[in-house]
Each structure stands twice: as structure tokens, then as C-alpha cells.
């Protein structure tokens, strides 16, 4: 059974820092691209960050470029997000995603609040 369990959301001023974990189980995690995705409220869910396997090649928007870092160790089985410089528009709930074997599969979220 795929499971993936962020963690480490919370609430920070402008211009603060967070790291977000996803723990995840069920599948071959180091042999599939990984994806972190945001949904503010009232807003379409996008992504922000995604890291291929193998290679380990990162992609990011230009909204979030320089402040934010995807990485994984595929030995803890866990994908994380460092947020830098954020800002009150970074506010939303993050998710991790990974596509296996045709599925689209999804945390449960995390809330991140940036605001003064």
C-alpha cells in the first residue's frame, strides 16, 4: 500500500524559513520522480518543485526559484522541501506526489502560514 506522510508545516513570519518531510512507503521510492504541490485557498493546486529518479534533476517555477530546494534520501525514504525567504503568497497546504504504475498518489498535506 502506497502512503506518503508530510510533515513539519507550521506558521512563520515573511521571510522565514520551513522544511517539509514526506515519509513514504509502499513502492520503490528511489527509482521514481517525486513532486511537491501547494493549494492556497480559492486557488488551482500547482506544483513547486519535483526531483527525477535517477539523476536526480530538479525543476522548480519561477514563483519559487532560489528560495525553494527539493531533495530525497533515498535511504530514509523521504523527500523534504527547504523554504527560504518566504513570503505571505507562499501560504497554503503542501502535498508530495509520486505517479506509480499508472496512479497518481497524494499526502495528506501539510499548512504552511506565512504571515507577520
Known amino acids: 500500500q502506497v502512503q506518503l506522510v508530510e510533515s513539519g508545516g507550521g506558521w512563520v513570519q515573511p521571510g522565514g524559513s520551513l522544511r517539509l518531510s514526506c515519509a513514504v512507503s509502499?513502492?520503490?521510492?528511489?527509482?521514481?520522480?517525486m513532486y511537491w504541490y501547494r493549494q492556497a485557498p480559492g486557488k488551482e493546486r500547482e506544483v513547486v518543485a519535483s526531483i527525477a529518479s535517477p539523476g536526480g534533476a530538479t525543476n522548480y517555477p519561477d514563483s519559487v526559484k532560489g528560495r525553494f530546494t527539493i531533495s530525497r534520501d533515498n535511504a530514509k525514504n523521504t523527500l523534504y522541501l527547504r523554504m527560504n525567504s518566504l513570503k505571505p503568497e507562499d501560504t497554503a497546504v503542501y502535498y508530495c506526489?509520486?505517479?506509480?504504475?499508472?496512479?497518481?498518489?497524494w499526502g495528506q498535506g501539510t499548512q504552511v502560514t506565512v504571515s507577520s
Open positions: 509502499g513502492f520503490p521510492f528511489s527509482s521514481y520522480t
Open positions: 506526489m509520486t505517479w506509480y504504475r499508472g496512479s497518481a498518489y
